[in-house]
């Protein structure tokens, strides 16, 4: 029968191939296989090491940073830790950090509860006769009382910078219009930023050279 034809004649040829190539065939494709794997299934244990010790670089720097700012503005304050720390938290909530506690200094040198002489209350010093209005609608505040909390304060003081940026496009005369005027007093402040930025950036590296060490 013709089945049995074809059946008789595969048979011969197979037996006329030696199995050494298809050995090496098979270990071939195995080969492949587990390179192929090897590159496409992440590896839970080799890159665990990189990846902790990449985050806990990130996380030292950080708090490295955090805690240089904290003992700068305590060399230049008398207000108690935990105020500093409410302070430094309220202003780590704005777009620029640095610059709201540079501006806190030089207005109040951290202290919430001053009022100056022209009547500007608290870490920012905020006009309340200029933006009480405009504070309040804008759900800021409530009153005038909440001008010496820290949290409404900053964020007063951000929504005031943030308004004179808008209309001048340059921090320099946002700065001098912040104040009312006074050259002086931006020279002051980015001087005080400037300060800031230094003593977080020496700290990040020191933290980074000794978690890698």
């Known amino acids: 029968m013709l089945k049995d034809r074809i059946i008789k004649h595969v048979d011969k040829i197979s037996k006329r191939i030696s199995p050494a190539p298809f050995g090496l065939l ?15 299934v992440p590896d839970e244990h080799g890159d665990a090491p990189y990846s902790h010790a990449y985050f806990f670089d990130r996380s030292s720097a950080k708090e490295a940073a955090r805690q240089a700012v904290l003992q700068w503005m305590k060399e230049n304050s008398d207000m108690p830790d935990h105020i500093l720390a409410n302070i430094y938290n309220a202003a780590s909530a704005t777009a620029n950090k640095d610059l709201i506690l540079a501006i806190c200094l030089v207005e109040s040198n951290f202290n919430p509860h001053v009022e100056s002489d022209k009547g500007a209350i608290g870490l920012m010093g905020i006009m309340p006769g200029v933006w009480l209005e405009e504070l309040k609608e804008q759900g800021i505040i ?3 009382e909440d001008l010496y909390k820290i949290s409404a304060n900053i964020a007063a003081g951000a929504h005031v910078l ?3 940026l808008s209309e001048t496009n340059d921090l320099r005369k946002a700065l001098i219009r912040y104040v009312g005027g006074a050259s002086w007093y931006a020279s002051r402040v980015l001087k005080a930023q400037k300060k800031i930025e230094l003593a977080q950036l020496s700290e990040q590296q020191l933290a980074l050279t000794i978690a890698q060490d």
């Open 26 to 40: 098979i270990l071939v494709a195995i080969g492949a296989l587990t390179l192929t794997f090897a590159f496409t």
């Open 142 to 144: 409530e009153e005038k």
């Open 162 to 164: 943030a308004t004179y």
